[in-house]
């Protein structure tokens, strides 16, 4: 369930009120249960997944991929799984907790565990997102975000692209206002 931190420290868990905030910056959140059934639940439980596994996840959200291919033109799919045996794993949630854009769309759709998109306000105020299990986020191209994975160590997403090229992130100058 997605949840808002304001800088300030207040927070909300409307959807329609995270709805709301979210789209004045373009950005849209969606709920879609995650995958369901024993063998599903199995493969979002464990810790890491092999190539076939990843493989057989992406499976169970098949129907998924081919609505956001008919109405977005999104042309691939894969599934990350980062958790805290990750090899080099600092060093790879490091590229991205600084404030940065991509030139394209930035698309989720977490199937489990948790992590933080921070967001840029046009007025320059900066709020954190949680995302988790079942949320789905499009962050179009050229907002200015971060991702962070906080104090949770493990969160799988299904990662859909138009173009992958354009999913490098791209460094601002701004700061950070939430540590």
Same mark, same amino acid.
């Given at each position: ?7 300030? $420290?207040?927070? *909300?868990? &409307?959807?329609?009120? @995270? ?5 004045? #910056?373009?950005?849209? +959140? ?42 977005? $033109?999104?042309? *691939?799919? &894969?599934?990350?799984? @980062? ?5 080099? #794993?600092?060093?790879? +949630? ?86």
């Amino acid at each position: 369930m997605a949840r808002i931190i304001a800088s300030d $420290g207040t927070e *909300t868990t &409307d959807f329609e009120r @995270i709805q709301g905030r979210l789209a004045r #910056l373009g950005i849209a +959140l969606n709920a879609w249960p995650a995958p369901g059934g024993a063998r599903a639940r199995a493969l979002l439980e464990k810790k890491a997944l092999s190539d076939a596994e990843k493989e057989e996840l992406l499976g169970f959200v098949q129907n998924r991929f081919e609505e956001l291919q008919r109405t977005k $033109g999104y042309t *691939t799919r &894969d599934l990350i799984v @980062i958790h805290e045996d990750v090899p080099g #794993l600092a060093d790879m +949630l490091a590229k991205f907790d600084k404030v940065h854009f991509h030139t394209d769309d930035e698309v989720r759709y977490i199937v489990a565990g948790r992590g933080f998109f921070g967001f840029v306000e046009p007025d320059g105020g900066q709020f954190l997102l949680e995302v988790s299990a079942g949320d789905y986020i499009n962050v179009p191209a050229n907002a200015e975000h971060w991702f962070e994975m906080r104090d949770s160590k493990r969160i799988k997403a299904v990662r859909y692209f138009i173009d992958t090229s354009g999913w490098a992130p791209v460094y601002t100058e701004r700061q950070r206002a939430i540590a």
